[in-house]
T-cell receptor
Framework: GEDVEQSLFLSVREGDSSVINCTYTDSSSTYLYWYKQEPGAGLQLLTYIFSNMDMKQDQRLTVLLNKKDKHLSLRIADTQTGDSAIYFC?????FGAGTTVTVRA | DAGITQSPRHKVTETGTPVTLRCHQTENHRYMYWYRQDPGHGLRLIHYSYGVKDTDKGEVSDGYSVSRSKTEDFLLTLESATSSQTSVYFCAITQWDRGLHGYTFGSGTRLTVV
């Protein structure tokens, strides 16, 4: 099966930018996704990128895709306390283990 | 939320007992999925369905069975629960057939096997 790897934890100061990284092995997916999970809830689709693109911006979110290196990243600008959550990369076949983002004042 | 309801939300059961989790959807979605979420593993696919009576195995299907006798309900059964099946279970739907991206998840069922 596909392997999707993410770092498990990220701590960031409120107002700074957060960058969450993901590497994947299967390059056949047409789209790649980021999901957000808040405590006690299911995952919510945050954003996605078409595999032929290298960047997508959506308000405070920027997705970067390096298809050659099979690397996907999510940048959150001006991180807020409401951004504290677990973020999952989905490579088209599998989810990563999730990155827990903690925003400190 | 695509009208997805999971029941029960929480359950504690004893090892060796059968358990059935229910996923109910109200919007006639064709594709339904059962995932389990465990720390350090993310979400892993157990079984999925692509229509009434049409189901297939996922990555971690051992010890689980599913049934879909009508479009709106997708049932996950643990025939004889084990402690390794203690987890949070999520039902999801996709809407590829309607041109929409990604999964929509239910709120989850927290199952504890003691």
């Amino acid at each position: 099966g596909e392997d999707v790897e993410q770092s498990l934890f990220l701590s960031v100061r409120e107002g700074d930018s957060s960058v969450i990284n993901c590497t994947y092995t299967d390059s056949s997916s047409t789209y790649l996704y980021w999901y957000k999970q808040e405590p006690g809830a299911g995952l919510q689709l945050l954003t996605y990128i078409f595999s032929n693109m290298d960047m997508k911006q959506d308000q405070r979110l920027t997705v970067l895709l390096n298809k050659k290196d099979k690397h996907l990243s999510l940048r959150i600008a001006d991180t807020q306390t409401g951004d504290s959550a677990i973020y999952f990369c989905f490579g088209g076949l599998s989810f990563g283990a999730g990155t827990t983002v903690t925003v400190r004042a | 939320d695509a009208g997805i309801t999971q029941s029960p939300r929480h359950k504690v059961t004893e090892t060796g007992t059968p358990v059935t989790l229910r996923c109910h959807q109200t919007e006639n979605h064709r594709y339904m999925y059962w995932y389990r979420q465990d720390p350090g593993h993310g979400l892993r696919l157990i079984h999925y369905s692509y229509g009434v009576k049409d189901t297939d195995k996922g990555e971690v299907s051992d010890g689980y069975s599913v049934s879909r006798s009508k479009t709106e309900d997708f049932l996950l059964t643990l025939e004889s629960a084990t402690s390794s099946q203690t987890s949070v279970y999520f039902c999801a739907i996709t809407q590829w057939d309607r041109g929409l991206h990604g999964y929509t998840f239910g709120s989850g069922t927290r199952l504890t096997v003691v």
